[in-house]
């Protein structure tokens, strides 16, 4: 990558690459910890250019294009010009628009380190597919929005707000559509994704999904050691999947009933200090899967999850 104007983030990256990728979209995000126990994967051998500026102060742009080949790892095929085919040539271009307020950075030997940043923040992106540079007859086009809040109350409670939505006009293989942002074989809360939810559980080419938590603030006790804090979580999200009998080898199943879950958790029930400026939490939280696809047995609709904080 070339920096042209560190204070504009004017840049040209030109990238190859050639490793396995997670299936779906959607996993994009604060998923590091749910890609641990992740098992589906497509090999993708990926060309792409793309150009970035700073159109506003708290507006950055970038434009790419791509080819890359993805062949799924898993038995998976997809019916495509009146063949059955499960290694995919694709062509792509694509803008996307990231809107942070008031970011700041350090500038060290020529690079910028990020410190921080303020509420909101949003990102979109469109993506077309095209016949170019001898990839295969896509021309579908994808669109995925990212919006993050929080809201700081008088009373000292915060509650943190997660949209995310896609959609995908046009045929497309399994690999460019989105999963239901699952997380349940995780022991470890996950932020922005339904802790209740199989990983490849849900598959959509439209979905729009709703994570809030509302944290009281500190509860009993205050001390060194223990600072617990009560936290409330609600999640909500519905899936539409187009062309699914274009699709075989796996069983693709849309959300389009509207998938809810809802959870108590407890942070910082444990805290140690960190370098005399800020502090690990550990705490744990429960959830419970409800609604349309609730499971037959209730207690497999429980989920418990460890949950992990540093606060300063």
Do not use: C
């Amino acid at each position: 990558m070339h920096n042209f104007n560190l204070n504009k983030d004017f840049f040209l990256r030109l990238n190859y690459s050639n490793d396995l990728r997670e299936t779906g979209s959607a996993v994009a995000g604060n998923g590091f910890i749910r890609s641990l126990v992740a098992s589906r994967y497509d090999r993708e051998e990926s060309w792409s250019a793309a150009v970035g500026y700073r159109i506003f102060p708290d507006v950055h742009a970038a434009v790419f294009v791509a080819r890359n080949t993805l062949t799924p790892t898993y038995a998976y095929q997809l019916q495509f010009d009146n063949q059955w085919v499960n290694r995919f040539q694709i062509a792509e271009t694509g803008l996307s628009l990231r809107y942070v307020k008031q970011e700041r950075y350090l500038s060290l030997n020529g690079k910028k380190i990020f410190l921080s940043s303020r509420f909101p923040l949003v990102v979109f992106s469109v993506t077309q597919a095209l016949p170019a540079w001898q990839a295969m007859n896509f021309r579908y086009t994808a669109f995925r929005l990212d919006a993050r809040q929080l809201f700081k109350h008088r009373y000292g409670g915060k509650t943190y707000l997660y949209l995310s939505a896609g959609q995908v006009n046009g045929l497309a293989p399994y690999g460019k559509l989105y999963n239901g942002r699952g997380a349940s074989l995780s022991s470890l809360y996950t932020d922005d994704f339904f802790q209740t939810m199989g990983l490849y559980e849900f598959t959509a080419s439209r979905y729009v999904s709703l994570f809030a938590h509302h944290n009281l603030g500190n509860i009993f006790l205050n001390t060194k050691f223990s600072k617990p804090e009560l936290v409330l979580y609600h999640h909500i999200g519905v899936g539409h999947l187009d062309h699914g009998s274009a699709q075989t080898g796996l069983n693709l199943l849309p959300f389009d009933k509207g998938y809810v879950e809802s959870g108590l958790g407890i942070d910082n029930l444990l805290r140690y200090k960190y370098a005399n400026i800020a502090y690990y939490g550990v705490g744990a939280g429960v959830f419970y899967r409800y609604g349309p696809y609730q499971l037959p047995n209730s207690s497999d609709n429980v989920f418990l999850k460890m949950t992990l904080s540093f606060t300063f």
